[in-house]
């Protein structure tokens, strides 16, 4: 009986000690929430006295209203300009693609309309171009006679002027080359005049000849008659050696007229092209201006 006394003692005093750890566990956390709540308290307290007590320098009060950003977007414009209309007011709500306000472009406008401008000319220039390189009428598209009327007239006019001073230059070279075939025409006709003229000339020396011997013609008479027989062999001869002189002068006549042609259409074709190549970089201004305007 003594040795059970003894450990229902023992079991007591564990059971004991393990109620006091375990009260000791549990007051822990609830006393670091009491501290906490403390502390905030304190704050609290601290921040309305400072509320009540300080002096501010200014206390300005109005009025705000809260707008999601989701629902508010800024109005941009990639080209800019003037305010002329605003179709909505302030706080309306807007629906997809509806108007908000008319932006007057004045300069964007403006740009269009000489970008435009220097269009229509290009293309008109290129129309008389092509026509002065064909050597056909001039074939103007539909967009010029409808909208740039005065400038197919003004390059019909300039197309008139450059063959008026084509044509002028050409007559001066035709009379030129005229003038060389009146020239080797005159040569081959004196030609045939000293040939003939030096055959008899020659036939009559021949008969003369003996009766110069036997004094039947006179010396004096010989030798005239020899003179004249020399004479029309060097005028022949002279005319001869002319006649090539004046077929090359002739040549350089025609060539010219040809080299004239060929620089009127090359110069042409080389205005044509720069024309060309202007107007490419043009159509694609004209379409970007379109989108401004």
């Not at 705000?64 to 990639?78: A, D, E, F, K």
């Not at 009379?175 to 080797?184: G, H, K, T």
Request: charged content about 30%.
């Amino acid at each position: 009986m003594t040795r059970n006394s003894e450990e229902s003692k023992r079991t007591n005093r564990q059971h004991q000690l393990r109620s006091t750890f375990y009260s000791t566990d549990e007051l822990r956390p609830k006393l670091f929430s009491h501290l906490l709540l403390g502390f905030i308290v304190v704050i609290f307290v601290g921040l309305g006295s400072w509320a009540a007590w300080a002096r501010l320098d200014e206390v300005t009060r109005g009025t705000g209203r809260v707008i999601p950003s989701r629902q508010t977007q800024i109005v941009q414009n990639l080209e800019g300009g003037i305010v002329a209309e605003l179709m909505v007011r302030e706080g309306q709500v807007v629906e997809e693609s509806e108007v908000l306000m008319r932006i007057d472009n004045v300069r964007a406008a403006s740009d269009y309309r000489e970008t435009k401008a220097r269009y229509l000319s290009l293309t008109a220039a290129i129309a008389r171009l092509t026509a002065e390189i064909n050597e056909t009428a001039i074939n103007f598209p539909q967009e010029v006679l409808s909208e740039a009327r005065d400038l197919a007239e003004s390059e019909t006019a300039f197309m008139g002027s450059r063959q008026a001073e084509l044509e002028a230059q050409l007559d001066i070279l035709r009379s030129q080359v005229i003038q060389r075939e009146q020239e080797l025409a005159e040569l081959k006709t004196k030609l045939n005049q000293y040939d003939r003229s030096y055959r008899l000339a020659s036939e009559e020396l021949q008969l003369i000849a003996p009766h110069a011997k036997t004094g039947v013609v006179s010396k004096s008479d010989f030798l005239q008659k020899q003179r004249e027989v020399n004479d029309l062999k060097g005028q022949f001869e002279q005319t001869r050696l002319a006649v090539p002189r004046v077929e090359s002068a002739l040549r350089e006549a025609n060539q010219r007229i040809e080299s004239a042609y060929s620089t009127f259409r090359s110069e042409a074709q080389r205005d044509l092209s720069i024309r060309r190549a202007e107007l490419a970089g043009i159509r694609e201004i004209i379409v970007a201006g379109e989108d401004r305007v």
